[in-house]
């Protein structure tokens, strides 16, 4: 059964940074694109960032542009995602999520549409205060 668990949300004053985790198993990790994606309360879930399997291309929402980073390690299985210069509008439950094995995109815009990926993390909290 594969599981992606995330780790790493708490509460953070704005201005300061937080190191989200996703540790993947059941899968062959290196081959799926993974991503992270968020949902404040009365929000759509939203896409965040993204890094591809084979190349490790990412990409990033316009909103999270030079202030995330996204990473992964395949030898742990686990991609990253480094929040810093946060904003109280990042507020959010922080979801990972993976693509399926080996999946190509034909549109990059595709990496942004929650459809894309085929599994997800039940997700961490992060609360940035004013």
């Known amino acids: 059964q594969v599981q992606l668990v995330e780790s790493g949300g708490g509460l953070v004053q704005a201005g300061g940074s937080l190191r989200l985790s996703c540790v993947a198993s059941?899968?062959?990790?290196?081959?799926?694109?993974m991503g992270w994606f968020r949902q404040a309360p009365a929000k759509e879930r939203e896409f965040v960032a993204t890094?591809?399997?084979?190349?490790?291309?990412?990409y990033y929402a316009d909103s999270v542009k030079g202030r995330f980073t996204i990473s992964r390690d395949n030898a742990k299985n686990t991609v990253y995602l480094q929040m810093d210069s946060l904003k109280p509008e990042d507020t959010a439950v922080y979801y990972c999520?993976?693509?399926?094995?080996?999946?190509?995109?034909?549109?990059?815009?595709?990496?942004?549409?929650?459809?894309?990926?085929?599994?997800w993390g039940r997700g961490t909290q992060v609360t940035v205060s004013s």
């Open positions: 890094i591809r399997w084979r190349r490790g291309n990412s």
């Open positions: 059941a899968l062959t990790f290196s081959e799926h694109t």
């Open positions: 999520a993976a693509g399926l094995r080996r999946s190509p995109v034909t549109l990059e815009y595709e990496l942004g549409r929650p459809g894309y990926y085929a599994y």
